[in-house]
């Protein structure tokens, strides 16, 4: 029913920055909530971030929080990733996923309905 389409992965040296994009199909996009993922080689996905469906909330995993921002754009049907001060373990695939409505457990990857292909992030010391 969903697609997403992640895009705005790379190669980067440290300190540097990247904005991931998710671009999503449908036209109930407003109503999902979204969500940030990676996993890094030889690890488990883990959460990232998350965005209510008005950008009245957004959360952020402790690994990341204070460097990176998740937004939206409900009238473009896009969530973004805005990265900063990257680090060499931010090397990692990142997803974004979707789930109708709003859920208590935006953390795990379980709660979602729909995942994009991922877009490969690589920070370079």
């Known amino acids: 029913q969903v697609q997403l389409v992640e895009s705005g992965g790379g190669l980067v040296q440290a300190g540097g920055s990247l904005r991931l994009s998710c671009a999503a199909s449908?036209?109930?996009?407003?109503?999902?909530?979204m969500g940030w993922f990676r996993q890094a080689p030889g690890k488990e996905r883990v959460f990232i971030a998350h965005v209510s469906w008005n950008a009245a909330n957004t959360y952020y995993a402790d690994s990341i929080k204070g460097r990176f921002t998740i937004s939206r754009d409900n009238t473009k049907n896009t969530v973004y990733l805005q990265m900063n001060s990257l680090k060499p373990e931010d090397t990692a695939v990142y997803y974004c996923a979707a789930r109708q409505y709003s859920s208590s457990y935006y953390y795990m990857e379980e709660s979602y309905d729909y995942w994009g292909q991922g877009t490969q992030v690589t920070v370079s010391s």
């Open positions: 449908g036209r109930a996009f407003n109503s999902y909530v």
